[in-house]
């Protein structure tokens, strides 16, 4: 353990393998695989695990069960399970099933805006503006993802300029949080700070959600913790990717961030052997090997 002067003593991660990372794979998984997924991920220190989503089962099949999934899963005390709601119709269901925390996802560009939400950037914030004031009036805390931060695979490069924008009309929508998306992986560390350190707000609302496309994501993730960023979103076994974006391979796994994060002796509540098993139980159920170094490197499977 060799810490870095400057970096948080404590990072949280927000798990989205049960949600994010599912959704964009070809097997499609029971019910009762998904809830001891879940299970397995708090039995091994997570205590944010984003479980699913409330949208169209036609757009996402494999998340289909969504309604299902929540009513299986025993909430434990101390453990938070948002759940990503696409509209009002999705925060209709969340609350029926007593849900206390929702994402909802924007996009920073107009053609991810069209292909993802069917809206161009400036309506998308019309579908959002109702969900969020109903949300927050019901003591639902609302959490925002902005996609395509650092490029997008149509329009290429993306200006920092827009994804400020439309990030801080989120936060000011009432949005708690707001997790910044490499989604297609082409960020790299310089451009993370020159991201982050552009929002008026400071790095204390912002998260970072990184896609490890070109092998940058754990990279970005310590240039956001220098710049004071304390959330990072990752997927268990680096599963997952987007399904409105060819070019997006997986997401930061969990165990490659817990093994950097603990080796600069910040603390994440993650026992790493537990999660590690857990993933290698994951990739047996979807039929591939671990796109996770760290998974690959500590399993005890060949």
């Given amino acids: ?3 870095i002067d400057g970096l948080p003593d404590h990072v949280t991660i927000y798990e989205v393998g049960p949600r994010d990372g599912l959704q964009n794979e070809a097997a499609i998984l029971p019910v009762d695989v998904k809830a001891e997924f879940v299970e397995r991920l708090v039995d091994a220190g997570l205590t944010t695990i984003e479980t699913t989503s409330f949208v169209h089962p036609t757009w996402v099949p494999q998340l289909a069960d969504a ?5 299986r899963l025993e909430r434990r005390p101390g453990i938070r399970y948002p759940v990503l709601v696409p509209n009002e119709r999705g925060l209709d269901r969340a609350l029926e099933h007593g849900v206390t925390e929702i994402a909802i996802f924007g996009s920073a560009t107009e053609t991810f805006a069209q292909r993802n939400l069917n809206r161009t950037v400036d309506s998308q914030f019309e579908m959002f503006a109702p969900v969020v004031s109903r949300a927050l009036e019901s003591g639902v805390r609302v959490r925002a993802y902005v996609s395509m931060c650092f490029g997008d695979p149509w329009e290429g490069p993306v200006p920092i300029a827009r994804v400020v924008e439309v990030g801080m009309r989120l936060l000011d ?3 708690f949080e707001l997790s910044l998306g490499d989604t297609i992986g082409v960020g790299t560390p310089g451009h993370a700070r020159a ?4 929002f008026p707000c400071g790095p204390g609302p912002l998260a970072v959600h990184f896609h490890d496309t070109y092998g940058q994501a754990l990279a970005n993730t ?4 220098r710049c004071g ?3 990072v979103d990752a997927a268990a076994g680096g599963i997952g990717g987007c399904p409105y974006a060819e070019s997006a391979t997986g997401n ?3 165990e490659d961030l817990v093994w950097m994060l603990h080796g600069l002796g910040i603390e994440t509540g993650v026992d790493l052997g537990s999660l590690v098993d857990t993933s290698s139980w994951l990739a047996k159920r979807l039929g591939r ?5 760290v998974v690959r490197a500590l399993s005890k499977e060949p």
Avoid: F, K, N, Q
């Fill in 1 to 3: 353990m060799h810490r």
């Fill in 67 to 71: 309604s299902d999934l929540l009513t």
């Fill in 173 to 175: 929508l009432g949005c």
């Fill in 195 to 198: 991201l982050i350190e552009s």
């Fill in 222 to 225: 310590l240039e956001a913790l």
């Fill in 229 to 231: 960023v304390t959330v």
């Fill in 252 to 254: 930061l796994a969990t």
């Fill in 289 to 293: 090997p671990s796109p996770s170094s």
